[in-house]
């Protein structure tokens, strides 16, 4: 009963369109009163041990490096040596965005902001090319799901504060899956494009790849710079997340010399607003954790899943297809928050590998952000790309499809997860 009570709590809040974080604390409220335990100051208490966290310290200061890099002229220079590399090719902007997709999740560590970055710049180049404007949006939408994946990665922080898994050893797991999303997208883009006629740009000379090449540098040395040190054990994620925030500083204003200080105010201002979501965000779903474990929520959770515990490629499709349900309706961050807490339990009592659990579950979130109605980069591709959510729709089909495919295959053969994460540690 106690899960009933707070399921149809939160979607109830939910469904009058209040903010998820407040729906998060009402829902809490509500199973309090259910339990007969309500207590102001228990909320309070929990509510700021959940901003309260060293790890979570990580979260505002990727975005900040993250914003520094936009503002910076990092993604700029980023694309035009991806563009002197592909640009000649047939479809060659489609390689473009894919590419500068995966290096910029080197970078960001979030969906919603590559996709508004590349999009910005890469869509009104592409339809000015003759590119089908749903398709190549649909593209950029679906390239930008890989920077949770290849550290560093916000999803993956929010996962190991809420599960207690290591960060570093998700952060290095999620390389392979977000390079193989980046090599589907590729093969899905040429079939498509083997018909389309579009525009070609001239080849660039040898001297002209290596200016590009020059000129990006310092931004493809950032995320080898964050793996070495992870890797090395030189500094911690959160530890990791300052030194990515003071070097896109560095960049910013000493070398190519875009930043200024009015802009480093905007930079600062924007990353506090977006920061202060995030936090507001898991502060309120640390009220809902607690209770959801003093409601013994997990043990009723296991409960309806124990027929499957003894099967876990079972389990695993099944959480997989209950992820992919809930993500049409939810953002991935309050969707790792909500259901860590009462999957994790059940995961480790089925021998499954917790940082394997982690890589399929923020994957599949990730996908969550591409199906409507919620779709938070879907959203956002639309508002960049011009379109309505019905074209997307037709566009974005056919990367959509591969990327849960690539679900599948990780769910089928863990080892294309674990033997990578094996080598690299």
């Not at 399921?7 to 339990?35: C, D, K, N, Q, R």
């Not at 640009?87 to 060659?92: N, T, W």
């Not at 999740?105 to 970055?117: H, K, N, Q």
């Not at 959480?319 to 860590?340: E, R």
């Amino acid at each position: 009963m106690s899960l009933v009570v707070f399921v149809s709590s939160l979607v109830g809040v939910m469904a009058l369109g209040i903010p998820i974080a407040m729906a998060l604390l009402v829902s809490g409220v509500a199973l309090m009163i259910y339990l007969d335990i309500f207590d102001s100051q228990i909320i309070a208490q929990n509510l700021i041990n959940g901003a309260n966290s060293f790890p979570m310290l990580a979260v505002p200061f990727f975005i900040l490096a993250g914003e520094l890099m936009n503002e910076g002229g990092i993604s700029k220079r980023i694309i035009n040596f991806a563009m002197s590399i592909f640009g000649h090719i047939r479809g060659g902007l489609g390689y473009v965005a894919i590419v500068a997709s995966v290096l910029f999740a080197g970078l960001s560590g979030s969906a919603v902001a590559d996709t508004a970055a590349l999009g910005a710049i890469l869509i009104p180049m592409m339809v000015k090319a003759g590119y089908n404007r749903n398709r190549s949006t649909g593209l950029l939408a679906a390239g930008g799901i890989i920077a949770p994946l290849i550290p560093p990665s916000i999803p993956f922080i929010i996962f190991g504060v809420s599960s207690g898994v290591s960060i570093t050893k998700l952060f290095i797991a999620g390389i392979v899956p977000g390079l193989m999303i980046g090599l589907g997208l590729m093969l899905i883009w040429w079939l498509l494009m083997r018909k389309d006629k579009v525009e070609v740009y001239p080849r660039k000379s040898w001297r002209d790849i290596w200016q590009a090449a020059r000129q990006a540098i310092w931004a493809l040395l950032l995320p080898v710079i964050i793996i070495a040190g992870l890797r090395g054990g030189i500094f911690t994620p959160t530890e990791a997340a300052v030194v990515a925030a003071f070097y896109a500083l560095l960049v910013g204003l000493l070398i190519y010399r875009e930043l200024n200080w009015r802009s480093l105010y905007n930079v600062l201002v924007a990353a506090a607003k977006t920061s202060s979501v995030v936090m507001f965000l898991v502060a309120a779903a640390m009220v809902t954790a607690w209770l959801i474990t003093v409601a013994n929520v997990p043990a009723a959770m296991g409960e309806l899943l124990e027929p499957l515990i003894d099967n876990p490629l079972l389990l695993l499709l099944v959480i997989n297809a209950l992820v992919l349900l809930v993500g049409t309706a939810m953002d991935s961050t309050p969707t790792i928050l909500i259901l860590t807490p009462v999957l994790m339990p059940i995961i480790k009592m089925a021998g499954i590998d917790p940082v394997y659990f982690g890589v399929l579950f923020v994957l599949n979130n990730c996908i969550g952000l591409l199906t409507p109605p919620v779709g938070t980069v879907l959203n956002v591709a639309c508002g960049v790309g011009k379109i309505g959510l019905e074209e997307i729709m037709k566009g974005i089909w056919p990367f959509l499809l591969l990327e849960v495919i690539i679900l599948l295959l990780l769910t089928l053969f863990p080892s294309l997860v674990l033997v990578p994460l094996e080598w690299l540690t």
